[in-house]
């Protein structure tokens, strides 16, 4: 019922920034925890970041904290994860999801790769 589409991702040097877009279509989203998962080449698919319903609470993988910032335009049924100071360990297929009720979706992913 819910389809979640991710955009965004692409090629950066080590330091940079890119901004990572989930649309969500089917219904509105508003009410449901939305996030992010990464996976590398021949790693286990790991937690990133999440952001309730409410947009006032939010979780970041150990990782990835001081460096990422999930957040979410409700009126636009998007949610955005801004990632600064980008690594080459960060290099992966991120993947967005939503979740309600123990129900989740998940997108296709996008690939970012952060050359050295």
């Known amino acids: 019922q819910v389809q979640l589409v991710e955009s965004g991702g692409g090629l950066v040097q080590a330091g940079g920034s890119l901004r990572l877009s989930c649309a969500a279509s089917g219904r509105t989203v508003s009410s449901f925890t939305m996030g992010w998962f990464r996976q590398a080449p021949g790693k286990e698919r790991t937690f990133v970041a999440a952001?309730?319903?409410?947009?006032?609470?939010?979780n970041y993988g150990d990782s990835v904290k001081g460096r990422f910032t999930i957040s979410r335009d409700n009126a636009k049924n998007t949610v955005y994860l801004q990632m600064n100071s980008l690594k080459p360990e960060d290099t992966a297929l991120y993947f967005c999801?939503?979740?309600?009720?123990?129900?989740?979706?998940w997108g296709r992913g996008s690939q970012v790769t952060v050359s050295s």
């Open positions: 999801y939503a979740e309600k009720d123990w129900n989740d979706y």
């Open positions: 952001i309730r319903w409410s947009g006032g609470s939010t």
